[in-house]
């Protein structure tokens, strides 16, 4: 029976708009030109297409690329078709080997770089899909040739929190420091000249198909190009990103099913579809017009089925429903051999188990994903803040906190996450707001019981707050008033994160220092955003590869340095060395083999297989090199990527993705 419903039979197709291009047909001794009336014959549906999952595929899944397409194309004589051809042998025992490569990917100038009427063939069988880059920010420059001064102005007020509009760009991204600043808006950045594409890829396919996706996967794969997928590029290490590359953006994979009923294995009950494209404010959206809820993140535009899935996902809702990857039913999948397979526990397992916390841009590129759907739910939120002040002295607004940090346990065992930031303000003054306290199942009376012993101790304490309730009967509500859009793009932060075990909530010592371990970070200028969120639900959670210290976990907390953008270099990377190598070590020292959240991590994190992916690693590892043996697929910090090296540092050891991508 699984093996019944695992293959996605063999289809069709290819998009009817295409473009003319400086390529011909040759056959019988004629030459004609290859435009929409002549390729589409060898192109066209055959078959509407099954998944081995309980959904039927979306109607974009359905057109696929196949040998009886590539054999057609082949038959036409196309110079160079065989750049688009499957990976040969499937054969995982005895994969092919990449010595046929050089040391790198292959970039501009190399023999392998496709040629001008190759990059037009693609963009032909792609429907004309292709966009090569133009960056964001080019409309504040004459580089290329879209000089607009109210375009720049737009771009320019709406960089750092227009997060909707970076992500419908095909390459612009939020970790601009790694990009190389090549193309910021002039008013953001000191002495910048002029726009170059720099660590954005060259090309992105705007993807309305998976047969694109396929011609990507196997163009990036028989020329050793680089391949990035870009989904909303809100991913903190800019894997989202590369110099040089061929990018997948899946913004456009935008459907949603709903399923009232739906059973996969062990999986009864309400479940959704949804495309790869999909954000949480869509999602959200959907999700509270089937009255039902979903799991998925706080950020608004954050692509929940890209990296947020793929990297395990936390939400505010993981202290009842635990991660984002946990409620995965199953995913359809291209694979680094260009196949279109679907991923499930009775199909393809050991993908499925890799794909649910390993890491995006790793295994394949996800078009859908299954998830369950939960009950509509009530949700209550608290906002508050602590601040010095003329009635609060340091000492107090530290004790307070520490009142509150005490309750840690407890909270999340009452399914509530809590998220906040703690600021210094200079001269002795700190800030932190509660914001939101989010209790979903329980009325306000039912939360005002749960805090009412930590207000008690505030009181006692002499700090006063003013706290703010409020009772929602819908989650959509809650976290639509509670959670801004967030800020983007900045090129003077850096951010690094840890994942403290409950553990250290057990035992005062460790307690004492772990709080001062955090209070340090505040009192010598770092800024801190902290969850506290447990993933380890009552209910169980499924085995997948989601970071082992995220199930032992109270506290996921972020600390970011900013400097002025104006500041020597010298001045950065003092900044920058001292949050990976001082500040965070303070906080890996008071929590030994703990783990870090991949997806919110610092960009150099030692010893990064173990901390983002713990004892999963040698299996994600070895996984890797059976789905994936050429990588094809690359993510700074993912899996397998210690084996590849970026060319160039910025400040010295940041890796800058705007070089070359090299074997280590
Ligand atoms: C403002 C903000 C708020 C956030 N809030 C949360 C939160 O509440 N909870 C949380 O867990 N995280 C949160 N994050 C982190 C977020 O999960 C990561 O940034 C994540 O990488 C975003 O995924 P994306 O697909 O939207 O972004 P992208 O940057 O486009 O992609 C991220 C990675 O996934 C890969 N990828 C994307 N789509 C696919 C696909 N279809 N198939 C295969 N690989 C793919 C990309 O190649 C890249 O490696 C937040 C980040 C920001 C900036
Ligand atoms: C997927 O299911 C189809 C039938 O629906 C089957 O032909 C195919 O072999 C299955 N794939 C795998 C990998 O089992
Ligand atoms: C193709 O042209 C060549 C030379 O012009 C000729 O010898 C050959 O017979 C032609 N083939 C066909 C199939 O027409
Ligand atoms: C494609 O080329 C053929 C042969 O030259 C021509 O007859 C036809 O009009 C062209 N079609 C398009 C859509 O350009
Ligand atoms: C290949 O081309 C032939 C003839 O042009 C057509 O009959 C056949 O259906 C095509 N096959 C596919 C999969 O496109
Ligand atoms: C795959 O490789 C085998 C052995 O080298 C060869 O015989 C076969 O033609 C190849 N198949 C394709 C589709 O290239
Ligand atoms: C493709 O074909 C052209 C000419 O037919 C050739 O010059 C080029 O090197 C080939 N390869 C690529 C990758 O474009
Ligand atoms: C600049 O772009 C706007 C649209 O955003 C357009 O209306 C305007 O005409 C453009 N200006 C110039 C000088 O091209
Ligand atoms: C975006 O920029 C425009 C003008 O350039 C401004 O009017 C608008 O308020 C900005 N939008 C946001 C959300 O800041
Ligand atoms: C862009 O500016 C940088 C630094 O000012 C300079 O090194 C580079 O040569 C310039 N590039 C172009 C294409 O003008
Ligand atoms: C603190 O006291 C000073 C002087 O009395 C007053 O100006 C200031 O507004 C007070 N600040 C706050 C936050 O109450
Ligand atoms: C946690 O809950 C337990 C049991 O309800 C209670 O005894 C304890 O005082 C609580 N601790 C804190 C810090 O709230
Ligand atoms: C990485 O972390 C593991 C587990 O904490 C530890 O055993 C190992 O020594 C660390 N390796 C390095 C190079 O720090």
New binding site residues.
């Given amino acids: 029976m699984s093996q019944l419903k695992c293959l996605v039979l063999g289809v069709l197709l290819l998009p009817m708009s295409l473009l003319a291009v400086a390529q011909s047909i040759k056959q019988n001794n004629l030459t004609t030109p290859a435009n929409e009336s002549t390729i589409a014959p060898a192109v066209y549906a055959v078959d509407p297409g099954h998944s081995n999952s309980t959904a039927d595929l979306f109607i974009y899944e359905t057109l696929q690329l196949t040998d009886a397409v590539i054999a057609n194309l082949t038959q036409l004589g196309l110079?160079?078709v065989t750049?688009f051809a499957f990976q040969n042998s499937s054969d995982v025992e005895n994969p092919p080997k990449p010595t046929f490569f050089g040391k790198c990917k292959t970039y501009p100038g190399d023999y392998?770089?496709?040629?001008r009427?190759?990059w037009e063939l693609f963009n032909l069988l792609l429907g004309k899909a292709l966009i090569e880059t133009v960056p964001y920010a080019a409309p504040c420059y004459n580089s290329f040739d879209n000089y607009n001064q109210s375009n720049c102005d737009f771009i320019t007020n709406n960089w750092t929190n227009g997060s909707i509009y970076h992500t419908g760009d095909p390459t612009s991204i939020n970790a601009v420091l790694f990009q190389g600043l090549t193309c910021m808006p002039p008013a953001l950045i000191p002495s910048a000249s002029n726009c170059t594409v720099g660590g954005y890829p060259s090309y992105a396919v705007n993807v309305s198909n998976v047969a694109q996706i396929q011609l990507a996967v196997n163009l990036a794969r028989n020329?050793n190009l680089r391949l990035v997928i870009k989904n909303t590029g809100h991913d903190f290490s800019a894997k989202s990103t590369g110099m040089g590359a061929l990018s997948i953006w899946t913004h456009h994979l935008k459907d949603i099913q709903f399923f009232k009923y739906y059973k996969e294995d062990s999986y009864t009950g309400p479940a959704l579809k949804v495309g790869a494209g999909v954000q949480a404010f869509e999602l959200y959206g959907a999700a509270k017009n089937y009255g039902v809820t979903v799991v998925g993140g706080e950020g608004r535009t954050v692509g929940v089925m890209g990296g947020y899935i793929l990297g395990g996902g936390h939400s505010p809702l993981s202290s009842i429903y635990g991660m984002g990857a946990d409620q995965v039913l199953s995913m359809e999948v291209v694979t680094s051999d260009g196949r279109f397979v679907t991923a499930s526990a009775t199909c393809n397992p050991d993908l499925f188990w890799a794909l649910r916390g390993g890491g995006g841009s790793t295994f394949g590129v996800v078009t859908s994903v299954v998830v369950k759907a939960h009950p509509k739910i009530r949700v209550t939120t608290l906002n508050y803040a602590l601040t010095t002040g003329n009635t609060t002295s340091a000492d107090q607004f530290w004790a307070a906190l520490r009142a509150f940090f005490d309750g840690f346990i407890n909270y999340t065992a009452a399914g509530n996450y809590e998220y906040f930031r703690i600021q210094n303000l200079g001269g002795g003054q700190y800030y932190s707001d509660m914001g939101p306290w989010f209790a979903p199942g329980m009325s306000q009376h039912e939360l005002e019981s749960l805090v009412a012993p930590l207000f008690e101790r505030f009181k006692a304490l002499g700090v006063e707050v003013n706290p703010v309730f409020q009772e929602y009967n819908d989650f959509y509500d809650a976290w639509y008033a509670s959670f801004p859009v967030e800020p983007w793009g900045s090129n003077a932060v850096r951010q690094a994160s840890r994942l403290f075990p409950r553990t250290n909530w057990q035992d005062t010592t460790k307690l004492d220092a772990t709080f001062d371990a955090i209070k340090g970070v505040v009192e010598e200028g770092g800024y801190v955003i902290a969850f506290n969120i447990a993933a380890a639900p009552k209910g169980g959670y499924p085995d997948n590869s989601v970071n082992p210290a995220w199930r032992n976990t109270v506290m996921h907390a972020i600390m970011a340095t900013l400097w002025d953008p104006a500041s020597s270099v010298s001045d950065m990377k003092a900044a920058s060395d001292k949050l990976t190598f001082d500040w965070m070590q303070r906080w890996r020292d008071v929590s030994p083999g703990a783990g870090s959240y991949l997806s919110e991590a610092d960009y150099i994190e030692p010893n990064f297989t173990q901390a983002f992916f713990g004892s999963n690693y040698q299996k994600l590892y070895h996984l890797k090199q059976r789905f994936d043996p050429l990588g094809v697929f690359y993510a700074h910090t993912g899996v397998g990527s210690e084996d590849w090296k970026m060319s160039q540092m910025i400040m010295g050891n940041l890796p800058s993705q705007n070089s070359k991508l090299c074997r280590a």
Avoid at 112 to 115: A, E, G, K
């Fill in positions: 110079s160079n750049a392998l770089w496709p040629s009427s190759l020329l």
